[in-house]
């Protein structure tokens, strides 16, 4: 049973605060959209008004083709997980996993037969007898998340399920979630604040910030694509640097002029908006700023700067320097040798730029569709993952236990 | 002090014990607690020797054993009849006001109320009202509804002068209880009806627990109340039975006395120690969030 959920302009107001304004998405059936944003950003406010514990102050959401505005949790037939999990303390694991059928009227048997489907899905057969208190962090999240998986419901929304459990356990969950989603394929709603959730697990991620959505993309669209400086600067680690830039035209060619270089737009790159001629915001992601001498030859830009401060990762190391009077962080080689102080060159492929406008912060550049595949590829060794895989690889997590992205498996 | 000493308790629970440092400080904290305990046991140590000795007085001494005293009480009707009154009366407030503190404190704790706060610090305010303050215009009503000299209505007044105090203990252990686990079962597909008694009343019943325990013993306690709004001798409750015991002849059988004092004391010492067990213990939602 799949169903699609729609906001359709939803507003959610307390009292002289907007926590949530004019909220338009669709989440479509069987898709695992992830919503993402710092916290206040009405992320969690979305997620309770899906599941009916807030009332929209305008608008409407549907759940199929049912208005549930005004339609009680109880009978929304959604599941939630919470951060906090929310298990009955005074019950057992088993009565746990079974409360939500019983409430809803199950016949014994069956309860006890999905009870024990759930469990060996989760793998929790042998805690069954066991109060929450007796369970470690992980087994409490499975139960919380078996809780919702018994019931078989129209919607799964999940409330930053994963920050209370660490790191490790948390790169394992993940996967797990993951993987159940694939198996059941129910429509689900995740919201966190954590961008490498959000980009390793999410079909597609709904990036909000100050309770207006800001953008709703496929990860790697939305990594490639931002479609403003906030989108830019919130996915992606360590962050975009941004510096500021001159759009200036000369027969016919657009060009921007920023730490010091000009450069001519990319072929096929145009600008969407905006005089070709006024300030702009020019961001580089520290991936894309590189060592000169380990860069490819697609960077054709040169810049010199000054170290400040090397960070070592172990299979990379990131850089902060000074350039133009601008700090900029770039992504430098392992064992690279390089000192604060030392004087460096960057290089940097113009094609990977993104222009933003200076005042609105929207982006004002549309780049021929192959173009990030290409610079992907010809980067080469520097990026020989998807994006995703690049990334979470960053955070220091063991390859061998990654989910696997779906970019991967459709490359 | 980052010595520990691990040490096996009932079953495969460890429990680990810091050293103990015994430090000057430690030691007068100990001589004043021993100091302010005698105050308090001093008393309660003359009763129990008095209450066994064949010819107390005033004094504390070692006691010449006899057990005529307690046959003496127990052969009395009017000490048994206020035993029974104590009861009734400690009973049907405690009835009273648990049921309608829990009712109350539920809304208080969970509900958007306009002009809360400053309710809820009236109900704090008046659960500091010193009750002989009000006994008179009591007892004047009591006369105008001819309610007076009966167990049940005394109860009432006492109910009425503990509720605001169990509200506000009641709302506290509420308050406990995560608002989650009932947004939780409401998504599960429960009734409000299913998600108070399955869900919230089971966590509430420590804090029930307390605040019926609490609300008995001062009640067994009451004296004021009860001595101005009833007067036959069969619905004196102990209390007033002691306070009788003292003057009633011009003379005071310190014996008997203290053997009253000792038997009415009884109950609160049993319902403390289970209190003090639900105090420390049963204050427990682990597991239920983070």
């Not at chain 2, 810091?18 to 001093?42: E, H």
């Not at chain 2, 167990?151 to 308050?175: E, G």
């Not at chain 2, 007033?240 to 109950?267: T, W």
């Given at each position: 049973m799949l169903s699609e959920v729609r906001f359709d302009g939803v507003h959610k107001i307390f009292g002289a605060e907007t926590a949530v304004e004019d909220l338009n998405l669709t989440v479509n059936a069987g898709e695992f959209l992830v919503l993402v944003g710092p916290s206040g950003c009405g992320k969690t406010t979305t997620l309770r008004m899906l599941a009916g514990l807030e009332r929209p102050s305008y608008g409407r959401i549907l759940i199929g083709d049912k208005l549930v505005n005004n339609v009680s949790p109880r009978f929304r037939d959604v599941a939630m997980v919470f951060q906090s999990y929310a298990l009955y303390p005074h019950m057992n694991v088993y009565d746990n996993l079974a409360f939500g059928m019983r409430a809803r009227g199950a016949s014994k048997d069956l309860v006890a037969q999905r009870v024990k489907e759930t469990a060996d899905v989760l793998g929790l057969g042998k805690l069954l007898k066991r109060r929450p208190s007796e369970l470690s962090g992980g087994q409490r999240q499975r139960v919380a998340l078996g809780r919702a998986l018994i019931r078989q419901p129209q919607v799964f929304l999940m409330d930053e399920p994963l920050s209370n459990l660490d790191a490790g356990l948390r790169v394992q969950m993940r996967a797990e979630l993951s993987r159940l989603h694939q198996r059941f394929r129910v429509t689900t709603v995740y919201v966190t604040h954590d961008q490498v959730e959000a980009m390793t697990m999410g079909d597609r991620i709904a990036v909000m910030n100050n309770g207006r959505l800001q953008q709703v993309d496929a990860p790697e669209t939305l990594y490639d694509n931002p479609a403003n400086v906030f989108v830019a600067g919130f996915i992606g680690s360590p962050r975009m640097n941004f510096v500021p830039g001159r759009l200036a035209s000369s027969d016919g060619r657009t060009s921007v002029a920023f730490l010091g270089i000009t450069t001519p737009l990319g072929t096929g790159s145009r600008l969407t908006a905006g005089a070709s001629d006024g300030e702009v915001t020019v961001g580089i992601r520290p991936e894309d700023l590189m060592w000169r001498p380990a860069a490819g030859p697609d960077c054709t830009l040169t810049l010199s700067a000054d170290v400040d401060v090397v960070e070592p990762m172990g299979h990379e190391a990131y850089v902060t320097a000074l350039c133009a009077g601008e700090t900029v962080t770039s992504r430098f080689p392992p064992r690279s040798g390089v000192r604060p102080q030392e004087r460096v060159d960057l290089a940097l492929n113009p094609a990977r730029l993104h222009?933003?406008?200076?005042?609105?912060?929207?982006?004002?550049?549309?780049?021929?569709?192959?173009?990030?595949?290409?610079?992907?590829?010809?980067?080469?060794?520097?990026?020989?993952n998807d994006s995703a895989g690049g990334r979470s690889e960053r955070h220091g997590q063991p390859e061998a236990r990654r989910v696997p992205s779906r970019t991967e498996e459709i490359s | 002090m980052s010595a520990v000493q691990a040490r096996p308790l009932a079953g495969d629970k460890l429990?680990?014990?810091?050293?103990?440092?015994?430090?000057?400080?430690?030691?007068?904290?100990?001589?004043?607690?021993?100091?302010?305990?005698?105050?308090?046991?001093?008393?309660?140590?003359w009763m129990v020797f008095a209450s066994i000795d064949s010819n107390p007085d005033w004094a504390i001494r070692i006691p010449s054993p006899t057990l005529a005293n307690f046959a003496d009480v127990l052969g009395r009707a009017d000490a048994l009849s206020s035993f029974r009154s104590s009861l009734i009366l400690a009973g049907t407030t405690t009835v009273l006001t648990t049921l309608l503190a829990l009712l109350s404190a539920y809304p208080l704790s969970r509900m958007h109320i306009p002009f809360k706060r400053p309710f809820m610090l009236v109900i704090l305010f008046a659960s500091g009202l010193p009750v002989s303050m009000l006994v008179v215009p009591v007892y004047q009503m009591y006369v105008y509804l001819?309610?007076?000299?009966?167990?049940?209505?005394?109860?009432?007044?006492?109910?009425?002068?503990?509720?605001?105090?169990?509200?506000?203990?009641?709302?506290?252990?509420?308050?406990?209880?995560?608002?989650?686990?009932?947004?939780?079962?409401?998504?599960?597909?429960?009734?409000?009806?299913?998600?108070?008694?399955?869900?919230?009343?089971?966590?509430?019943?420590?804090?029930?627990?307390?605040?019926?325990?609490?609300t008995f013993i001062n009640a067994w306690g009451a004296f004021i109340i009860p001595f101005v709004l009833t007067y036959s001798p069969?619905?004196?409750?102990?209390?007033?039975?002691?306070?009788?015991?003292?003057?009633?002849?011009?003379?005071?059988?310190?014996?008997?006395?203290?053997?009253?004092?000792?038997?009415?004391?009884?109950?609160?010492?049993?319902?403390?120690?289970?209190?003090?067990?639900?105090?420390?213990?049963?204050?427990?939602?682990?597991?239920?969030?983070?």
């Open positions: 222009l933003f406008d200076a005042q609105s912060g929207i982006t004002i550049l549309q780049r021929p569709p192959a173009a990030g595949a290409e610079t992907l590829r010809s980067v080469g060794e520097a990026r020989t | 429990i680990v014990v810091p050293y103990r440092k015994v430090s000057a400080a430690a030691m007068a904290t100990n001589l004043v607690l021993i100091l302010l305990g005698c105050f308090f046991l001093l008393p309660m140590l001819g309610w007076l000299d009966s167990l049940y209505t005394t109860a009432l007044f006492l109910a009425a002068s503990s509720l605001p105090f169990a509200i506000w203990l009641m709302k506290n252990f509420i308050d406990a209880v995560p608002v989650e686990l009932e947004h939780a079962a409401a998504i599960d597909g429960a009734s409000t009806f299913r998600i108070l008694r399955e869900v919230v009343l089971p966590l509430t019943v420590p804090g029930t627990a307390v605040t019926a325990i609490y069969d619905n004196q409750p102990g209390p007033v039975e002691i306070y009788n015991f003292m003057g009633s002849h011009g003379l005071f059988k310190f014996g008997d006395l203290a053997v009253f004092s000792l038997l009415f004391s009884v109950p609160v010492i049993v319902l403390y120690l289970f209190m003090s067990r639900y105090f420390s213990g049963a204050f427990n939602f682990g597991g239920a969030v983070k």
